[in-house]
T-cell receptor, first 114, second 111 residues
Framework: KTQVEQSPQSLVVRQGENCVLQ??????????LRWFKQDTGKGLVSLTV?????DKTSNGRYSATLDKDAKHSTLHITATLLDDTATYIC?????????????FGAGTQLIVIP | EAAVTQSPRSKVAVTGGKVTLSCHQT?????MYWYRQDTGHGLRLIHY???????EKGDIPDGYKASRPSQENFSLILELASLSQTAVYFC??????????FGKGTRLTVV
C-alpha cells in the first residue's frame, strides 16, 4: 500500500508563474519529511527538510510547510524558471536517525514552458 | 563535499548474465542503501547496510545480493539478470539525524 501520495502527478506552468505541489502520507511515526528535486536522468537533490509540527522552511524560491496532524506537506515554487523543470519527490522518514526507513512518493513531474 | 559515486552510469546486460553495480561514498556515513526506480513509481529499497561486512534485506530483495566490504563501498549484485530488473538504480548514504545523499543513478537495461 502506498504510504506517500503526491499530487498532481504532472503539472505544466509558464515561466514566472507560481505553483504548489502536495504530499499526503500515512507513514507512522513521521519523524521528518524531505523534498527532493530530480532532473531527468540525474540523482536526487535535497531542497528542504521539515521536522517539527507546523514547520515552515524557505530555500530561495522554494518554500515548504508540514502539518503533522493532517500528515500533509506542500512545496511552493515562486516565479518558476525553465530550470525548475524536473520531478519533485516527497520522502517521509520514520526515524530521526540512519536507523529509520525512508518512504518515497512517486513524484510530481513539473514542466515549465516559456 | 559530500559525495556518492555510482559506477557504471549505464549498462546493458543480457538475460541470465551477472551484473555488479558499485557505489562509493566519501561522507563517512555508516548507512548505505540500494534503491530501484521504475517509471511512475517511487524508489523502492532493495538492500541496505549499517556496517561493513553486513547487509540487510529491504522491501524487494529477491533476485539481488549486496556486499559491503568497507564503510565506503557497497555493491549490488544481480547473479542472473532478468528483463524485469531493467530500471534505474540509486545508491544512497546516510548519517546522523536526517542527512542523506544520493548518487546520480545507474541505468540498467536487460535484453
Amino acid at each position: 500500500k502506498t504510504q506517500v501520495e503526491q499530487s498532481p502527478q504532472s503539472l505544466v506552468v509558464r515561466q514566472g508563474e507560481n505553483c504548489v505541489l502536495q504530499c499526503n502520507y500515512s507513514v507512522t511515526p513521521d519523524n521528518h519529511l524531505r523534498w527532493f528535486k530530480q532532473d531527468t536522468g540525474k540523482g536526487l537533490v535535497s531542497l528542504t527538510v521539515l521536522v517539527h509540527e507546523n514547520d515552515k522552511t524557505s530555500n530561495g524560491r522554494y518554500s515548504a510547510t508540514l502539518d503533522k496532524d493532517a500528515k500533509h506537506s506542500t512545496l511552493h515554487i515562486t516565479a518558476t524558471l525553465l530550470d525548475d523543470t524536473a520531478t519533485y519527490i516527497c520522502v517521509v522518514g520514520d526515524r530521526g536517525s540512519a536507523l529509520g526507513r525512508l518512504h518515497f512518493g512517486a513524484g510530481t513531474q513539473l514542466i515549465v514552458i516559456p | 563535499e559530500a559525495a556518492v559515486t555510482q559506477s557504471p552510469r549505464s549498462k546493458v546486460a543480457v538475460t541470465g548474465g551477472k551484473v555488479t553495480l558499485s557505489c562509493h561514498q566519501t561522507n563517512n556515513h555508516d548507512y548505505m542503501y540500494w534503491y530501484r526506480q521504475d517509471t511512475g513509481h517511487g524508489l523502492r529499497l532493495i538492500h541496505y547496510s549499517y556496517v561493513a561486512d553486513s547487509t540487510e534485506k529491504g522491501d524487494i530483495p529477491d533476485g539481488y545480493k549486496a556486499s559491503r566490504p568497507s564503510q565506503e563501498n557497497f555493491s549490488l549484485i544481480l547473479e542472473l539478470a532478468s528483463l524485469s530488473q531493467t530500471a534505474v538504480y540509486f545508491c544512497a548514504s546516510s548519517g546522523t539525524n536526517t542527512e542523506v545523499f544520493f548518487g546520480k543513478g545507474t541505468r540498467l537495461t536487460v535484453v
